[in-house]
């Protein structure tokens, strides 16, 4: 399954595909891949800032991750973005992982519990879509019920009253979502780097600016604990080489609603892994959320899936 996702990320990201609009088994993948990864993101950032803070941290994260998918890239025969690509995908790269993850560490290391973060960024979808009507695309009926049940289970799971956070924490979750979900809309109307070089430019400028905040936050940087590097490792390797470029793939060839989807699955993922490995609490309610949360996800994913149909169908025509 590993090496499957890890195709998705340094090959079918490479525009391989020649129609990006029809169903490609790739697709499958890469909503895999960041459902379950970036669902497990969350413990690993906690993890890493136990002994690292949180811009430097996070600044090494994307120097590694940029680098490894570079070189990937041009082995691959990508060609460098031309100028005009590169300044887009690094400013949606400042939007997505600056002031996006960026906000979220910060969150974190206010104290915020991982479920909190991951059920707040649940709002992603509809953001986004709302983000995309004001350019006329406007979802489906079915995406707007799917996304309305979504929302409805991650309620029943944020009612959880064992997930703790601070008001500038949760602000600050708030002010993430803003950021993501607007990178995520603008990054398809304009004109962006070829399949992974996207991704490689936007990590690049994510890490110049991390570090740059490091030095002006003036962070005490030591050596990490053994458990912090190997939470730093994960977040290179599968956080970033593997589920964010799976990201940027779907986002520039599936629509909105299925791209975003993983913002109902990741609370799930995200509360199941810090009840087991961060002693943060477990209730019923996601016993009672996770149904809830998984039919709508199932909604979202057949109308996109239609969609697609409907698309390639035209384009046929």
């Known amino acids: 399954m590993t090496q499957s996702i890890a195709t998705i990320s340094t090959g079918a990201a490479l525009d391989l595909d020649p129609h990006p609009h029809r169903a490609s088994p790739a697709v499958p993948l890469a909503v895999a891949a960041v459902w379950v990864i970036w669902g497990s993101t969350y413990l690993g950032i906690k993890i890493g800032l136990e002994t690292m803070p949180p811009f430097f941290m996070q600044g090494c994260r ?11 890239a041009r082995r691959r025969g990508v060609p460098m973005p031309t100028r005009r690509q ?3 995908a690094s400013a949606i790269g400042l939007l997505l992982l600056i002031g996006g993850l960026g906000m979220v560490t910060l969150a974190e290391d206010r104290g915020v519990d991982t479920g909190l973060i991951a059920t707040l960024i649940a ?7 709302l983000w995309g009507g004001l350019w006329g695309s406007w979802p489906g009926r079915k995406e707007w019920i799917g996304m309305g049940v979504g929302l409805l289970g991650v309620g029943v799971l944020m009612a959880d009253g064992g997930l703790a956070g601070t008001t500038s924490g949760i602000a600050l979750v708030l002010v993430a979502c803003v950021c ?4 995520s809309a603008l990054s ?20 110049v600016a991390f570090m ?9 940087v030591e050596m990490p604990s053994l458990r912090s590097g190997l939470a730093l490792a ?13 990201f940027t793939y779907l986002i520039g060839n599936v629509r909105p609603a299925l791209a975003m989807s993983y913002a109902y699955v990741n609370p799930v993922i995200a509360v199941i892994l810090g009840t087991l490995f961060n002693d943060e609490e477990l209730s019923v309610n996601l016993l009672v959320a996770l149904p809830i949360i998984l039919a709508g996800v199932a909604l979202v994913t057949t109308a996109a899936r239609r969609a697609t149909a409907v698309a390639a169908a035209v384009q046929d025509c």
């Open 62 to 72: 994307f120097v590694l991750a940029s680098t490894i998918l570079f070189a990937v």
């Open 86 to 88: 590169t300044r887009n």
């Open 123 to 129: 709002i992603q979808p509809i953001l986004m879509s």
């Open 180 to 183: 993501w979900s607007f990178g």
């Open 188 to 207: 398809r109307r304009i004109d962006m780097p070829a399949g992974a070089m996207a991704s490689v430019c936007e990590m690049a400028a994510a890490a």
């Open 212 to 220: 740059l905040l490091s030095l002006l936050r003036q962070e005490h």
């Open 234 to 246: 994960y977040l290179v390797v599968f956080g970033s080489v593997i589920a964010f470029s799976a």
